[in-house]
């Protein structure tokens, strides 16, 4: 069966597996699919990927953990598909941007993935002007490995947003 998932809404694509097992018991059933929820429903030695090498031929390789045991975001950054990240490229772009800025070991500080401001008033604000509010922003509630909390932080950001809302220029600030 070739892309098994195709159509199904995620939901019934993490329950597909399951389904086509019991209705054909004793048959041997090749499925091939691009969903991670799919993937992550294969038993242990059912999961296989296929990768064209350099010579243009196809390789076969056999995963060889239980996908059960994977959350999805660990499904899609494995070696079954092979991507970097699991965020949107808009955030993984906007990323990127603030880690070639030549300020960031002065300024800002990237830990585990997750972007960390240490001084927020030496953020780039540039990076915040397309921010209509907070939901627009990749922040998360991980950020305690900075030491800063994590309320404060929402509100100096929303501060800024203002800021920029109504095109005033910040100030420079000393670090209290």
Do not use: C
């Not at 059960?68 to 990127?96: C, P, W, Y």
């Not at 993935?113 to 927020?120: A, C, Q, S």
């Not at 008033?121 to 490995?145: C, H, I, Q, T």
């Amino acid at each position: 069966m070739d892309e098994i998932a195709l159509h199904l809404h995620p939901a019934w694509q993490r329950v597909i597996l399951q389904s086509i097992g019991e209705l054909f018991k004793n048959a041997q059933i090749i499925i091939t699919t691009h969903s991670p929820f799919v993937a992550q429903q294969a038993s242990y030695a059912e999961l296989y990927t296929i990768i064209r090498n350099k010579a243009n031929d196809l390789d076969l390789f056999h995963y060889q953990n239980d996908p059960r045991k994977l959350l999805i975001h660990q499904i899609i950054m494995s070696d079954i598909f092979g991507l970097s990240t699991d965020e949107s490229v808009a955030v993984e772009e906007a990323k990127n941007k603030i880690r070639k800025d030549p300020r960031k070991n002065e300024e800002i500080i990237i830990k585990s993935g997750d972007l960390v401001v240490e001084n927020l008033e030496a953020m780039p604000l540039k990076e915040l002007s397309d921010v209509e509010n907070l939901s627009d922003l990749p922040l998360n509630l991980y950020s305690y490995e900075s030491g800063i909390d994590y309320k404060q932080l929402m509100d100096k950001l929303n501060e800024e947003i203002k800021k920029l809302n109504n095109n005033d220029t910040p100030k420079s600030k000393s670090r209290e």
